[in-house]
């Protein structure tokens, strides 16, 4: 009867398994899950933290206790073809989108919108981890990122931290590692 409901009021399947499955579990609770399987399959040290929500890398580091540097930032890209790429960079750097779209091999990026975001990751957005691997993302790496020992980052929600090693994170995702920060214009006076 509630499947007929939905149909007849023009929704898609795919819009019901995103409802049922809210309902079932939190949102990024099984990408939490794959991302902790993955570490201990490969035997990488990693520090779980709960804590209250965050989303912003700034909050993120106020309530980590940690250097903004440190925080890796994830984002999702659609590409002018329409598929999907993961950007990663150090939390107190921008990214240079031109730069990453010839990196890519595209002439444009574009954020992803809140609901792609949700759609290729299963994440909401500022809880997006960086595990691109995960998703089936191409992932692309700031060398930022490894300018710290360690790194730390949201992982799959927005009240759930990872630390781990910065060389163990690559380990485990693969990435592309490729300069695409911004670098910002000297104020020479």
């Given at each position: 009867m509630y499947l007929h409901a939905i149909f007849a009021e023009g929704k898609r399947l795919k819009d019901f398994v995103t409802v049922v499955r809210s309902s079932c579990m939190p949102m990024g609770i099984p990408e939490f899950k794959s991302v902790k399987g993955l570490l201990d399959r490969n035997g990488i040290v990693y520090e779980v933290s709960e804590h209250a929500p965050v989303y912003t890398s700034?909050?993120?580091a106020r309530i980590?206790?940690?250097?903004?540097?440190?925080?890796?930032?994830?984002?999702?890209?659609?590409?002018?073809?329409?598929?999907?790429?993961?950007?990663?960079?150090?939390?107190?750097?921008?990214?240079?989108?031109?730069?990453?779209?010839?990196?890519?091999?595209?002439?444009?990026?574009?954020?992803?919108s809140p609901q792609d975001v949700l759609k290729a990751t299963g994440c909401e957005i500022g809880s997006v981890h960086p595990f691109g691997?995960?998703?089936?993302?191409?992932?692309?790496?700031?060398?930022s990122v490894l300018e710290n020992?360690?790194?730390n980052f949201n992982a799959?929600?927005?009240?759930v931290s990872i630390y781990m090693k910065a060389r163990d994170l690559v380990k485990a995702i693969k990435p592309r590692i490729t300069e695409?920060?911004?670098t910002e214009a000297m104020n020479l006076r």
């Open positions: 700034e909050q993120a980590r206790g940690v250097e903004l540097k440190t925080g890796v930032k994830a984002l999702v890209f659609r590409t002018e073809q329409g598929s999907f790429i993961l950007g990663l960079i150090a939390a107190d750097k921008k990214m240079d989108l031109k730069k990453l779209a010839k990196i890519v091999g595209t002439r444009r990026l574009e954020l992803a691997n995960l998703f089936g993302l191409p992932t692309y790496m700031d060398p020992d360690s790194v799959g929600l927005h009240t695409f920060s911004r």
